[in-house]
């Protein structure tokens, strides 16, 4: 599993980002993001999407703000990925050596398990 320490959140998170008027769609928008925030080059995307989320959010003008996240799952081989501008790390963890995560993270890892099988 690849996790990002985000910077300023001071997180390990999945990569992932905003949809940005260039981005075709929400695949290809999950599919940039993934591959900014891991420096990791021909990534595959699932076309399915994994979860659906809407949570409140730290950031924005208006209190409360909220996102609306499209979460895929994202394979990759195990190459080293390359620190982003706005984390402090990425880092590949094993399923049973996953660092202290919120409970969205371990949603994901959950459902990714499942949608692979381990």
């Given at each position: ?14 990569t ?10 929400l695949e290809a ?9 891991s420096?990791?080059?021909g990534?595959?995307l ?6 659906l989320s809407?949570?409140?959010v ?13 979460q ?5 081989e195990?190459?080293?990925?390359v620190?982003?501008?706005?984390s402090?790390d990425?880092?590949?963890?094993g399923?049973d050596?996953l660092?202290?995560?919120?409970p969205?993270v371990r949603?994901?890892v ?9």
């Open positions: 599993m690849l996790l990002v320490l985000h910077g300023r959140l001071r997180r390990w998170l999945q992932g980002g905003h949809l940005e008027d260039a981005d075709a769609s928008a999950a599919l940039r993001e993934a591959t900014e925030e420096g990791l080059a990534l595959e699932d076309p399915d999407p994994l979860l809407r949570h409140e730290p950031c924005g003008p208006v209190r409360p703000t909220f996102h609306l996240d499209v895929y799952l994202v394979r990759a195990g190459a080293p990925p620190v982003s501008e706005e402090l990425v880092r590949w963890f399923l050596d660092p202290a995560v919120d969205s949603d994901l959950a459902a990714a398990a499942g949608r692979l099988a381990w």
